[in-house]
């Protein structure tokens, strides 16, 4: 059968009231910009529903896409029929052949959002359903559970029929919360984190930070490689990168070794925050998970966001390590993050850092630097991308391994 068009329902849109549109309106730019390889789509936007029409394309590829982005609760393919209610039955009855096996169930369910036609609801159920039973004489009706559920949808262009029905990603619509900072390392957590929030409609902005000549390129572009697989849930993402090597050298120059860890990590969390301001974010998110590292014990974490005020939201805070691995291997930034690229959370890393910081003596060996210099040379050195939907920053798996070598 060919298929016209995808049928795209909202997730939790519909508890939106007066904010309604703007929603949808956000989730067919974030569907645009996921289906940007494909122009000849068109994008109709409605209250309750988003159509695609599918022009010739081939709705496999379109289909793989629209699972991965937020706001989408299910969508299903359609087929385009006259306002013919003969052309209908023969329709449907068609599709009941390509949908049925034997033992199967099935019930009609009708949207009528042309209210002048002919039928009304329970007549084009009543009938259709007829017209299956007819065809299939031993198939059951089942209202509750059925098997198969023929989809039927009223316009004023015609009539349009489904029964394959495809579960999104759900969620909210990217940029529909707001916007925040991610502290994105090259590591397993923090791109899970990024997902997570993202699920929840913030507009995240990676921050990056990387430190030359001790961190390589490729390390900075696994980094951008994985803020591309992120796209897949909503569109374009913001890549700053932030020098950090100038920072780190001081650092391991004057502080005593068990306390360059959690210092760094002040650094890195006021720059955040400085960008944060910058951008006009209002929160950072990080993959900190409570316990799992030195710098990710209650204390250090006191000890780090001593810094600022601002909200710090660590989406995967309670998870165990397995949990967190299934969500990054389920999003596909699993094989990348373990990629054995050094960053500068690593290259720098003291043998023994404190597990139990104490704040004051952190302040104490920091008040001997520049602080106000050092984040401002850094902030200088700032370079900020635009990562989009599809775009590849790594060499193949072969020459990654050969550089290795």
């Known amino acids: 059968m060919e298929y016209t068009e995808i049928m795209v329902r909202y997730g939790e849109l519909s508890t939106k009231g007066k904010n309604r549109k703007s929603f949808i309106d956000r989730l067919h730019g974030n569907v645009a910009k996921v289906l940007k390889d494909y122009p000849d789509l068109r ?9 695609i029409n599918l022009n010739g394309v081939d709705a496999k590829p379109v289909m793989e896409k629209l699972k991965n982005v937020f706001g989408i609760q299910t969508f299903s393919l359609s087929v385009k029929v006259s306002r013919d209610f003969e052309d209908v039955k023969k329709k449907a009855v068609e599709m009941m052949h390509e949908a049925y096996k034997p033992g199967m169930s099935f019930k009609v369910g009708t949207k009528r959002a042309d209210k002048t036609y002919e039928l009304d609801t329970n007549q084009i159920n009543l009938q259709l359903g007829d017209a299956i039973c007819e065809a299939f004489p031993e198939i059951d009706v089942e209202m509750k559970h059925p098997d198969i559920k023929i989809s039927v949808e009223v316009r004023q262009d015609g009539i349009y029929l489904s029964y394959l029905t495809v579960k999104g990603a759900g969620g909210l619509p990217v940029g529909t919360a707001s916007k925040a900072m991610l502290m994105l390392s090259g590591g397993i957590d923090s791109p899970v984190a990024g997902y997570l929030a993202m699920k929840r409609g913030v507009d995240i902005e990676m921050v990056h930070f990387f430190s030359p000549p001790y961190t390589s390129e490729q390390a900075l572009n696994k980094a951008k490689e994985l803020t591309s697989k992120l796209t897949a849930f909503g569109g374009n993402i913001k890549f700053i990168e932030v020098p950090f090597a100038e920072i780190q050298e001081t650092i391991k120059s004057s502080v005593p070794e068990g306390y360059l860890m959690t210092i760094q990590r002040r650094f890195m969390l006021r720059l955040t925050d400085m960008i944060r301001e910058k951008e006009h ?21 006191a000890a780090i966001n001593d810094v600022t005020t601002t909200p710090i939201l660590r989406p995967v805070a309670t998870m165990d390590k397995t949990e967190i691995i299934r969500l990054a291997e389920k999003i596909d930034t699993f094989n990348l993050s373990i990629q054995p690229f050094e960053d500068c ?13 104490s704040i004051e003596k952190t302040r104490h060996f920091e008040s001997v630097l520049d602080i106000d210099g050092l984040l401002q040379r850094a902030m200088d050195g700032i370079k900020i991308t635009t990562v989009e939907h599809g775009d590849k920053f790594m060499e193949s798996d072969q020459e990654n391994i050969n550089s290795l070598l």
Do not use: W, Y
Not at 345 to 357: D, G, H, I, L, N
């Open 43 to 51: 994008m109709q936007p409605h209250r309750d529903r988003l159509h």
């Open 281 to 301: 974010g209002l929160a950072i998110f990080n993959g900190e998970a409570v316990g799992q590292v030195a710098s990710q014990t209650l204390e250090s974490m």
């Open 345 to 357: 959370c690593t290259v720098f890393a003291p043998p023994s850092p404190k597990t139990r910081p």
